[in-house]
């Protein structure tokens, strides 16, 4: 058990709808990173945020959006929903480290959120 | 941009054979490099990592691996492979310097046969 929660596991919902995805991080780890995770394209950066305030962006759509609030939880929010949308999405946190880089510290990953967009 | 190629898709080998999984990165710079697994139906975990100093790295569950820099290459290794380590296995890479997000291969599924 890495210490990071993601809710829900699974998600069945239809195109054109909108989820959040929720995502803890590991006690005391400021950092969050979220990650798509899909067949074709493989394991995807998407964003980062470190104590609130976004950090990096990756290959995320304009349509995704992401926050960390005060209590250090994120949220990754998908709307208006695609086919291609379906995938694994990985939230991971590392320890206090205020660039994406993360300074020499491994990224502690979630079970990850399996989104199928029917 | 840094980049990471894992050139095998699949990999198989017999139990209580050694197991080697291979990985060649590209950066600008110095290489931070990772080695991740991923059981069926679970997030990423941490095998190994290489920063500095000796090119062999040891890590978790047995693995090991060798960071060659004329190769650009960063393998894992183990000298005897169990049934368990049956899994997908990604490579990372990050610039040691700069703000850079860490870039994953597309990883390699290992097969080890009883």
């Known amino acids: 058990d890495s210490g990071v929660t993601q809710t829900p596991k699974h998600l069945i919902t239809a195109t054109g709808q909108r989820v959040t995805l929720r995502c803890s991080p590991r006690s005391g780890d400021l950092s969050v990173y979220w990650y798509q995770q899909s067949l074709d394209q493989g394991l995807q950066f998407l964003i980062q945020?470190?104590?609130?305030?976004?950090?990096a962006k990756g290959n995320i759509l304009e349509r995704f959006s992401a926050q960390q609030f005060p209590d250090l939880h994120s949220e990754l929010n998908l709307s208006s929903l695609e086919l291609g949308d379906s995938a694994l999405y990985f939230c991971?946190?590392?320890?206090?480290?205020?660039?994406?880089?993360?300074?020499?510290?491994?990224?502690?990953f979630g079970p990850g959120t399996r989104l199928t967009v029917l | 941009a840094q980049s990471v190629a894992q050139p095998e898709d699949q990999v198989n080998v017999a139990e209580g054979n050694p197991l080697t999984v291979k990985c060649t990165y590209s950066?600008?710079?110095?290489?931070?490099l990772f080695w991740y697994v991923q059981y069926p139906n679970r997030g990423l975990q941490f095998l190994l990592k290489y920063i500095t100093g000796d090119n062999l790295v040891k890590g978790s569950y047995g693995f090991e691996a060798e960071f060659n820099k004329s190769q650009t290459s960063f393998h894992l290794k183990k000298p005897s492979a169990l049934v368990s380590d049956s899994a997908l296995y990604f490579c990372?890479?990050?610039?040691?310097?700069?703000?850079?997000?860490?870039?994953f291969g597309k990883g390699t599924r290992l097969s080890v046969i009883a």
């Open positions: 945020y470190y104590n609130g305030e976004e950090r």
């Open positions: 991971a946190s590392s320890v206090p480290h205020a660039t994406v880089s993360g300074g020499l510290n491994e990224q502690f």
């Open positions: 950066v600008s710079g110095n290489p931070y």
């Open positions: 990372a890479v990050r610039e040691s310097s700069g703000n850079t997000p860490l870039v």
